[in-house]
């Protein structure tokens, strides 16, 4: 049963014309506020994940929680559809549970602040933000067990509630909720952050209505969600083709032991709709990996992707859901049935951005990235400092971006555009180590026309006891090039031990003791190459091998020679033709669309040759799954 929304002014509101002067201002009012959120969090949150890192999503809605501006959607409409309870103005709710909101949040560690914006006893908006937690509770700290097998292992679980209910704060449901957690302090500033955002968006968009009037506003928010309806309409019959595509990328491992994971997909246009099915996807993990996929989130991803390719200056919005169609089998990896565990759900998630890449590129050659948004690599690292105070670090990493038909990947990026990294000062001054190594790990990018973007080297020299968590994937299956571009390099962790002993530690994993004196030498993955590495010219592989980004060595990827005499590079340009023709006439004329370094059998046959770790055993999955996915 929807929720019921309380409004003491019953007066309906009328669609009128809006002038087009008014229509752009009202835009860019509106994207101002959205940024304004994001100001206000990252000047008053408490948690470097959040003021630092920035992982967090603000939004604007209409009265029907149809998301206008912002980064993520889906939010406020699911949660009008599953709160049975009352609306009223003043009220405020927070959420983490996946299972309560069809994932529009998808790890307990997300809190989601949502607030309906009265003016004059009528709904005219919604605000909504969440941040990333640095723990919410559960078996680890950080809240991510990579060996949880159920949600309630992840921390303390907040369905939909008011956490202010006509303005009041509900204080003991507070305290009830920051006592479950190891940074109470933390979270407790951070979800004030979140609050504080969007009580700022009230402010503008109440400002927005009463000077251009309520209908004009409303009127106006609806035709900027038709205007992006109309626009997305043309780009999915322009590029999505009737014949099926399909793509199929793998999730390395479970952190159990056990993968690796298929997420498959197909993808076609039926008239002016486009239908993405799921069917092929691997039944849900038995450990924490699983994706409870939100449909309207994939539209998003959907809609981003084809904006960004298209014409960035189109306002990302809601209003084109309807023109896409999401088939998503219950029971899978990316629709796991309660109670299966979810912190792990960034591997999959990332997945998905790459499966979209090679899905869209093999209808359009101009869509077509090779892979890179390959996962979020995640560090934690906790203990008690020499004062005796508990410290806990969570903190976000960075790979290698895809190349892609403008260009070069970028080096050492995060998944989400809009991340920063945190400086190693900060981190060095509110923890007990030091950042002993960070940079660019040459010839990780995969070898293309357009270069792929290399991965991080980054070395942890712990000056405390502690315990480390990793998260990580990419280490079995290599993030691939496209149109003759070569893989990306896989990820790998190294800890180094002070008494000079070393391991090779697994891309998941909890609870790893460390000493003072030890380095963790955590390596993240590069982007794929895209195109013919024959064809980039000489002056640019000279270029990154004097940057340090390509090594002598690796420039002979690209078919060229370099010299060094007296500290200066060069190109010897006629051997470089001549090892050119030389790798042209071994290759063949023939290029492939897509280079994933082998078929997954054969990564998986020579695993621990490649990576110093076991190939996981083939997933169990629950009987329970496969026979209701097979009688689906």
């Not at 008011?162 to 003991?172: A, H, I, P, R, S």
């Not at 090039?481 to 891309?507: C, N």
């Not at 669309?593 to 997954?600: E, N, S, Y």
């Amino acid at each position: 049963m929807p929720a019921t929304v309380i409004e003491t002014n019953q007066t309906p509101f009328e669609t009128v014309e809006v002038d087009p002067v008014d229509l752009d201002i009202i835009e860019n009012a509106l994207r101002s506020a959205r940024h304004e959120m994001d100001a206000v969090l990252f000047r008053t949150a408490m948690s470097p994940g959040i003021r630092e890192q920035h992982d967090e999503f603000p939004l604007v809605a209409n009265r029907d929680g149809k998301m206008v501006v912002g980064q993520f959607g889906a939010f406020i409409h699911t949660f009008l559809q599953h709160y049975e309870g009352e609306i009223e103005e003043g009220d405020i709710f927070l959420t983490n549970d996946p299972y309560s909101c069809d994932g529009a949040v998808s790890h307990t560690p997300d809190w989601l602040v949502l607030m309906p914006i009265y003016k004059e006893g009528r709904v005219i908006g919604w605000a909504a933000m969440f941040g990333h937690m640095t723990d919410s509770g559960g078996r680890v700290p950080g809240s991510m067990p990579t060996d949880a097998q159920q949600i309630f292992e992840e921390g303390i679980i907040i369905p939909p509630l008011k956490l202010y209910t006509k303005g009041v704060l509900q204080q003991d449901i507070l305290n009830l909720i920051l006592h479950n957690c190891r940074m109470a302090q933390w979270n407790g500033s951070d979800l004030n952050s979140l609050i504080a955002g969007c009580k700022l968006a009230a402010e503008r968009v109440t400002e927005l209505s009463t000077r251009f009037g309520d209908d004009a506003y409303y009127s106006a928010l609806n035709e900027l969600l038709d205007r992006t309806k109309r626009a997305i309409r043309e780009l999915i019959v322009a590029n999505i083709p009737e014949k099926k595509q399909y793509f199929e990328d793998w999730v390395c491992d479970d952190g159990m032991g056990m993968g690796p994971y298929r997420i498959a997909c197909s993808m076609w246009r039926e008239g002016e709709i486009m239908i993405m099915d799921f069917a092929d996807t691997d039944p849900q993990s038995a450990a924490a990996i699983n994706f409870y996929c939100n449909e309207e989130m994939m539209k998003m991803y959907c809609g981003v992707f084809m904006i960004y390719l298209a014409d960035p200056q189109i306002l990302f919005n809601d209003g084109f859901y309807d023109l896409m169609e999401f088939r998503i089998p219950k029971g899978s990896l990316l629709a796991p049935q309660k109670p299966a565990a979810l912190s792990g759900r960034t591997h999959a998630l990332a997945r998905m951005c790459d499966v979209l890449n090679g899905l869209f590129g093999q209808g359009n050659p101009d869509y077509l990235c090779a892979a890179g948004f390959s996962a979020s690599p995640h560090f934690f690292f906790s203990g008690h400092n020499e004062h005796g105070e508990w410290f806990q670090q969570y903190q976000i990493g960075f790979g290698g971006i895809a190349g892609k038909p403008s260009g070069d990947g970028a080096d050492g990026h995060a998944m989400w555009p809009d991340f920063t990294n945190v400086p190693n000062e900060f981190v060095e001054a509110m923890y007990p180590l030091r950042i002993e190594i960070y940079e660019a790990i040459a010839d990780t990018g995969g070898a293309g026309l357009h270069r792929g973007g290399n991965g991080v080297h980054t070395g942890y020299r712990f000056l405390r006891e502690g315990q480390v968590s990793i998260h990580d994937d990419r280490w079995l299956t290599h993030p691939w090039g496209v149109k003759g571009g070569t893989p990306g390099a896989r990820s790998s962790k190294l800890l180094e031990r002070a008494d000079g002993s070393s391991e090779v530690l697994p891309a998941k994993c909890d609870r790893v003791k460390v000493q003072p004196g030890d380095i963790l030498h955590f390596r993240t993955w590069g982007g794929g190459g895209w195109g013919d590495p024959f064809e980039r010219p000489a002056e640019k592989v000279l270029y990154d091998v004097e940057g340090g980004l390509v090594t002598p060595a690796g420039a002979r990827r690209y078919g060229i020679v370099i010299v060094e005499a007296d500290g200066a590079f060069s190109v010897d340009a006629p051997a470089s033709e001549k090892l050119r023709d030389e790798m042209r006439a071994a290759r063949g004329n023939e290029l492939p669309l897509f280079d994933k370094g082998g078929a997954i059998s054969e990564l998986i046959a020579r695993c621990e040759e490649d990576t110093g770790l076991a190939p996981p055993a083939p997933p169990v999955f629950p009987s329970w799954v496969q026979k209701d996915q097979a009688a689906q």
